[in-house]
């Protein structure tokens, strides 16, 4: 059974700083990354990373949304745990922001979501 786990989020002042953190588990994953769904919104990629190259080494390759560009980073440890670390919060990054994990045989997985807001 394929699990995701989510941790981090919370409530922080605009300009500040905060990292949430997600680990995959029970299958084998070819990228993850973190959608968020700010309220009346619909769901967005943030930010993803490829986590195996395959025959053409493309693992690492990132992807951003433009309006987190600069300002957010997303990182891997190992090949199930991704990190999203995102500086110069904005009120408007306020959203809850969830894990994605898509295996390697094409199946995708969410984790329940966690909250961030940004207010001061």
């Known amino acids: 059974q394929v699990q995701v786990v989510e941790s981090g989020g919370g409530l922080v002042q605009p300009g500040e700083s905060l990292r949430i953190s997600c680990t995959a588990f029970?299958?084998?994953?070819?990228?993850m990354g973190w959608y968020r769904q700010a309220s009346g919104n619909q769901r967005e990629l943030t930010a993803r990373?490829?986590?195996?190259?395959?025959?053409?080494?493309?693992?690492?390759?990132v992807n951003y949304a433009d309006s987190v560009k600069g300002r957010f980073t997303i990182s891997k440890s190992g090949e199930s745990t991704v990190y999203l670390q995102m500086n110069s919060l904005r009120p408007e990054d306020t959203a809850v922001y969830y894990c994605?994990?898509?295996?390697?045989?094409?199946?995708?997985?969410w984790g329940q979501g966690t909250q961030v807001t940004v207010s001061s």
């Open positions: 994605h994990a898509l295996s390697t045989s094409g199946d995708e997985y």
């Open positions: 990373i490829i986590l195996r190259g395959g025959n053409i080494d493309y693992s690492d390759t």
């Open positions: 029970g299958s084998i994953f070819f990228a």
